[in-house]
């Protein structure tokens, strides 16, 4: 395969076709470094060398309703899991700037829920309104499925994005969840958009899926128009329904976010949860297709602390763009 004709079209927004995706993911061992190079190729063309960092805060942790089977906060998870209600505003402002002390480019506000209700929606927004006025950084939030007028709410209070993945392919998501509908999802995302915020939207590799769905999630977010897409990695968790899936390799993890990179050429493509689990020494290989991490540790599993991850970006010669400065 011409891993280079790939770049090549990928930079002018041509994405590979369908058996070429999946020759990306079935690159074997020996030609892994033309892959992550021509991957290279592109994020630089779009991003430079330059790296964005997010920070994740579980706002409200282990309560979710929902039965999504990879979630160690569903209602299903029987396995150990903080939980809490929703925090304070103050909380999510010291957050917020604890975020930025740690040189991210914005700060998540996540929640373990279906959907926000008025009172949870309502300090959210305080909360988005009182970081932007003190704080000044940017702020996405994660919240669930979104009903009609909420999306233009978070909007009117300063929100710059909202995140909702996908998490599978539409064939597969009936198989790790039953309480809502993939199109439930794809309805959300649009409704944040529709409403002038940034949509984050991406998914989890390593559930048991195929390479065709894992193909299908990069064609989907492409679809979606998704600013950002998180590119997760299965950590499985006790007492979930998907705790017994093997974990994919970390060549295979670095081949999914090069072909998220082929197929998404010029969104921000980021090496979400597990990265540290299942990419192991290879993890620093990721900023060659990415252009951003979350650091600090995720939801409900610990991550790099940020004085690591700063390190790790500064050693590959990469820079750290901090609050949305070119």
């Not at 160690?72 to 909380?91: C, F, T, W, Y």
């Not at 996908?166 to 597969?172: A, K, N, V, Y």
């Not at 065709?212 to 064609?219: G, H, K, T």
């Not at 994919?248 to 990179?261: E, G, I």
């Amino acid at each position: 395969m011409n891993w280079d004709a790939i770049a090549d079209r990928s930079i002018q927004d041509v994405p590979p076709g369908r058996e070429e995706a999946l020759a990306v993911l079935r690159a074997p061992g020996a030609e892994l470094p033309a892959v992550l190079t021509a991957a290279y190729r592109v994020r630089r063309h779009f991003h430079g060398n330059r790296v964005k960092i997010h920070v994740l805060l579980n706002a409200m942790s282990g309560l979710c309703s929902e039965d999504c089977g990879f979630c160690s906060q569903s209602r299903e998870a029987s396995g150990p899991v903080e939980k809490h209600r929703l925090l304070p505003v103050d909380a999510m402002v010291e957050a917020a700037r604890k975020a930025k002390e740690a040189k991210a480019w914005k700060f998540c506000i996540v929640t373990s829920t279906r959907g926000p209700n008025e009172r949870q929606l309502e300090a959210v927004c305080e909360a988005v309104r009182r970081i932007k006025a003190e704080v000044g950084i940017r702020v996405c939030a994660s919240l669930g499925i979104l009903e009609d007028g909420q999306a233009e709410r978070l909007k009117a209070s300063g929100l710059d994005r909202f995140n909702h993945n996908l998490e599978t392919s539409e064939r597969r998501f009936p198989e790790i969840c039953s309480t809502h509908a993939y199109d439930d999802r794809v309805r959300t995302v649009r409704a944040a958009q529709s409403a002038g915020l940034e949509a984050c939207s991406g998914g989890i590799i390593g559930m048991g899926e195929s390479d065709e769905d894992v193909v299908e999630m990069a064609f989907n977010a492409r679809a979606l128009g998704a600013t950002s897409v998180p590119v997760n990695f299965f950590d499985p968790r006790p007492g979930t329904s998907l705790a017994g899936c093997p974990p994919p390799s970390p060549a295979k993890c670095l081949l999914a976010l090069c072909l998220f990179r082929f197929v998404n050429p010029s969104r921000d493509i980021r090496a979400a949860g597990g990265r540290e689990k299942n990419l192991r020494s290879l993890q620093a290989l990721a900023l060659y297709p990415c252009n951003s991490i979350f650091t600090g540790g995720y939801l409900t599993t610990p991550g790099n602390r940020p004085n690591e991850d700063h390190q790790m970006i500064h050693d590959l010669g990469f820079v750290i763009e901090e609050d949305g400065s070119s």
